[in-house]
């Protein structure tokens, strides 16, 4: 008798989710200033305390199996909070040249990063000066230190160090050569040209955010009224979106003929990591690039995986990777709504899921949202259960129908008009939809109890069946959220 006999065990349906909670706490305590060995510690005994209290049937060797498992939570605890308390600030001049990676608006300013011969440095340069990803550039300045504001939980110098950036640089002097470095940035800034001088407005501002994680600022502005921001941040559904595509293509009877199994899985790995990072590699979009990629291997060694353990192991990746991960908006909020849709999938899916799944992503992400944002529309419950249908569709059709223009064949901005007219009339639609809940829904502390509450009586339901174990699962989730955040 195993684990694996007993369906119902929370420990054999998703293992990694009773490592991945654990170690986002001790992170979250080191923020508060815990020690790495206090938090490994408490990540150790909440793992531990978990697996016994809430599995039922413990067949042989389960108390060796629950050990190991929280000794694992306690060494990947340790490790990565030892890694962020153990960060040094630079000191000293910094005399570095190498490419800019990524270039974006950043307030007032631009924020560019470069991939230097000492390591990853930021800069932040004034709107008027261009240094698009690709360029090579040379610089001198101080590092700079990064502020935390008293009034917000944004986390400055953990967002730009989970990106892999060493230090802020004000640049006393500073340089661009004319010259392009060919690589993945070049490519980047020569489609982002393309897109923007032969495409139309709507369609152009889409691609943009679909293709290259870009924001237009018109369209971003519509989507937050519209509560759909999401659809313009590269994001598990666009990663599932280009998997599906890339996966159909692939199974098309000439690739069949041609191409073996084993090929056509490593061909779509291909197709859906080069999308991640054409997109620009968002915390997301590398956790749905991982969870694909953890399906593809499993189709490949003919296992069927399952869900929540899926996401949580890509979660996990992207901690043990770079530890700050765990302060971003971006990865908490892709994270919650994965282990949502995927706790529903475990539940058994089918229709009345999807029409509920729209309501409890929002409710669950709702609190994360209206803390960094100060509100959430209301409109995002109706106009969600639209959108994701509609762009499922009109996405892939806005890029085949730009094919044409972007490759610069006569008469191609007017295919690309289709595409126009089809965002056009979608903008219309959500809209009118919007206007029936025009309000806004501020933070407060119950919405951080509903949200936590959405949230917990859905992942615990996906682990364990109904009943007491359950219920415990709710109460202490729902405690842990509204204590800590």
Request: charged content about 15%; aromatic content about 10%.
């Amino acid at each position: 008798m195993t684990l694996s006999s007993h369906p119902d065990q929370g420990i054999a349906r998703a293992p990694l989710l009773f490592i991945l909670g654990p170690v986002f706490l001790s992170l979250v305590l080191a923020d508060r200033g815990l020690a790495a060995a206090p938090s490994g510690a408490v990540s150790f005994l909440v793992c531990l305390g978990a697996l016994l209290v809430f599995s039922g049937a413990r067949p042989p060797r389960f108390l060796h199996y629950v050990l190991l498992t929280a000794m694992l939570a306690f060494l990947l605890s340790f490790v990565s909070v030892a890694r962020i308390q153990s960060f040094t600030p630079l000191r000293g001049a910094v005399t570095d040249g190498g490419e800019v990676i990524l270039e974006r608006s950043w307030g007032a300013k631009r924020a560019v990063v470069v991939e230097g011969e000492k390591g990853r440095f930021l800069l932040k340069i004034s709107p008027d000066k261009t240094a698009p990803e690709g360029q090579s550039i040379f610089f001198t300045g101080e590092p700079a230190s990064f502020t935390r504001s008293a009034t917000s939980s944004f986390r400055e110098d953990l967002y730009w160090r989970a990106r892999g950036v060493r230090a802020e640089i004000v640049p006393a002097r500073l340089s661009l050569k004319r010259a392009q470095l060919p690589g993945l940035p070049s490519f980047r800034t020569a489609l982002r040209k393309k897109i923007l001088l032969s495409l139309p407005p709507m369609t152009r501002g889409y691609l943009l955010a679909a293709l290259l994680g870009a924001s237009d600022p018109a369209l971003a502005g519509d989507h937050r009224e519209w509560g759909t921001a999401h659809l313009l941040a590269v994001s598990g559904f666009h990663v599932g979106l280009a998997a599906a595509l890339a996966w159909k293509l692939l199974s098309l009877a000439l690739f069949r003929r041609v191409l073996s199994y084993r090929a056509r899985v490593s061909a779509a790995s291909l197709l859906v990591w080069g999308y991640a990072l054409l997109a620009g590699g968002a915390p997301s979009a590398v956790r749905a690039a991982l969870m694909v990629q953890a399906v593809l291997m499993g189709r490949l060694m003919g296992r069927r995986g399952r869900p929540l353990n899926a996401v949580a192991m890509a979660a996990l990746a992207l901690l043990l990777w770079r530890p700050e991960w765990y302060a971003d908006l971006g990865w908490r909020l892709s994270v919650t709504a994965a282990l949502l849709l995927a706790a529903l999938t475990e539940l058994g899916g089918g229709w009345r899921a999807a029409l509920a799944a729209p309501l409890l992503v929002w409710l669950a992400t709702y609190p994360l949202t209206a803390e960094a944002f100060g509100a959430v529309p209301l409109s995002g419950i109706i106009v969600n259960m639209a959108a994701l249908p509609v762009f499922a569709f009109l996405y892939p059709l806005a890029v085949a129908a730009s094919l044409p223009a972007l490759l610069g064949i006569p008469g191609g901005y007017y295919a690309a008009g289709a595409a126009e007219g089809l965002f056009v009339l979608w903008g219309r639609i959500a809209d009118g939809l919007a206007a029936l809940l025009p309000w806004s829904a501020p933070w407060s502390e119950g919405a951080l109890f509903l949200g936590a509450s959405a949230f917990s009586v859905v992942l615990s339901l996906g682990v364990f069946p109904p009943g007491i174990r359950s219920l415990g699962a709710v109460i202490l989730l729902t405690s842990a959220a509204v204590l800590l955040f």
